[in-house]
């Protein structure tokens, strides 16, 4: 299994109570599924070469809200790791890593999208007011998985 935090793309500037990271585990039965749905995409796009992107409703990623930054800097070791991890939006993590589930961010319509280069996820905000986009993971991550 490998697991990663991702940082969050929010639509509006984020409030207190926005997603600004998102973690996510993929063992190998989700990392097939990641290869069925490239192999969906490649067929689509064979078909209609303007084709950027297909999303599925999924619920593999798990959005967090700024309350959670004090523990991924001490988790990570400290301010400098945390600003490179904002810098590069991407931090392999151990699948021990806990967070605070009340500071899980409220999500609906949460979606996987895959495109021509990799996978990230989406999801709006509960209330619908706000939208947020994770960084994007090469295919290659899953690559030790297989």
């Known amino acids: 299994m490998k ?3 991702l940082s969050v793309i929010c639509s509006e500037e984020p409030a207190g109570s926005a997603a600004e990271y998102a973690l996510v585990a993929i063992d190998q039965d989700v990392a097939k599924k ?3 749905r490239k192999e969906t995409f490649q067929m689509a796009k064979s078909k209609d070469p303007d084709l950027r992107q297909l999303s599925f409703i999924d619920r593999y990623c798990y959005f967090y809200t700024a309350g959670v930054s004090d523990a991924l800097e001490e988790y990570m070791g400290g301010e400098d790791v945390m600003e490179a991890f904002v810098s590069e939006g991407i931090h392999e993590v151990d699948e ?3 967070l605070d589930d009340e500071l899980q961010a409220r999500t609906a ?3 996987m999208v895959i495109t021509q280069e990799g996978f990230s996820w989406v ?3 509960h209330y619908g007011s706000e939208h ?3 960084r994007e993971l090469s295919f290659d991550v899953l690559l030790s998985l297989m």
């Open 3 to 5: 697991c990663f935090l």
């Open 34 to 36: 990641i290869l069925q």
């Open 96 to 98: 021990e890593l806990s």
């Open 109 to 111: 319509n949460d979606m």
């Open 123 to 125: 999801a709006i905000d």
């Open 132 to 134: 947020y986009e994770t």
